[in-house]
Nanobody
Framework: EVQLVESGGDLAQPGGSLRLSCVAS????????MAWARQAPGKGLEWVSF????????DYTPSVKGRFTISRDNTKNTVYLQLTGLQTEDTAMYFC??????????????????RGQGTQVTVSS
């Protein structure tokens, strides 16, 4: 059974930092691109970042580029999202997601249909 378990969400001040982690199990992690998405209250799902199987390709939505960094450790079956320069607009539930396709890097959110339960990030002073 595929499982994705996120952690690291917390209350942070504007300008602060957090590191989100997602531990994966139930599939060959190193063969699948991964992604992070978020959903703010009353809003739709927004795809934040994508990473290829080896971590050598990454993509970001414009609003987080230069502030967030996605990475992965295939020895630990874990994908990370480092959040810096946090803004109140970053408040959301953050989900990690697994690509539906082995060894095929896509920046389309509809190619990542398996998601975890999420971890809450709240940015407030």
């Amino acid at each position: 059974e595929v499982q994705l378990v996120e952690s690291g969400g917390d209350l942070a001040q504007p300008g602060g930092s957090l590191r989100l982690s997602c531990v994966a199990s139930g599939f060959r992690f190193s063969s699948y691109p991964m992604a992070w998405a978020r959903q703010a209250p009353g809003k739709g799902l927004e795809w934040v970042s994508f990473i290829s199987t080896a971590g050598d390709e990454t993509d970001y939505t414009p609003s987080v580029k230069g502030r967030f960094t996605i990475s992965r450790d295939n020895t630990k079956n874990t994908v990370y999202l480092q959040l810096t320069g946090l803004q109140t607009e970053d408040t959301a539930m953050y989900f990690c997601a697994k690509s539906d396709f082995q060894n095929f890097y896509s920046q389309r959110g509809d190619h990542y249909t398996t998601r975890g339960q999420g971890t809450q990030v709240t940015v407030s002073s």
